[in-house]
């Protein structure tokens, strides 16, 4: 197995323990209050950003030196996918930020009605 298949696999168990990770750590999560669980959620996110960022470094390393491409746009076989898929996550934790600035002024507006 050479160097990027290898690295391919490292990346694919890293996603899937992410999301397991993810999926047992939001069960756990509901005795935290909404806010700590949606700051929760915004790290998982990242971090899975971060592995498909890796992942398409990795696709791009291999694009050039092993099927000797003279670069790598979208159109390249594996490319459009993972950037489809790092916007969604970013989709997603930018939607994550919205609710968590939203909880963080309505708390602040029920604190100032309470003084």
């Known amino acids: 197995m050479d160097f990027t298949e290898r690295m391919k696999q490292v990346f694919d168990r890293g996603l899937e323990s992410s999301r397991d990770l993810f999926s047992k ?17 915004i790290m998982q996110l990242e971090s899975q950003a971060e592995k498909l960022m890796a992942k398409l470094g990795t696709r791009v390393y291999e694009a050039l030196t092993q099927e000797g491409a003279d670069s790598v746009t979208t159109g390249t076989s594996g490319v459009h996918d993972l950037i489809a898929e790092i916007d969604q996550v970013e989709n997603r934790v930018r939607e994550k930020e919205q609710k968590l600035a939203q909880q963080k002024h309505a708390e602040g507006e029920e604190s100032q009605s309470a003084e």
């Open 25 to 41: 750590a939001r069960d756990k999560a509901q005795d935290l209050g909404e806010r700590g669980v949606l700051k929760f959620e």
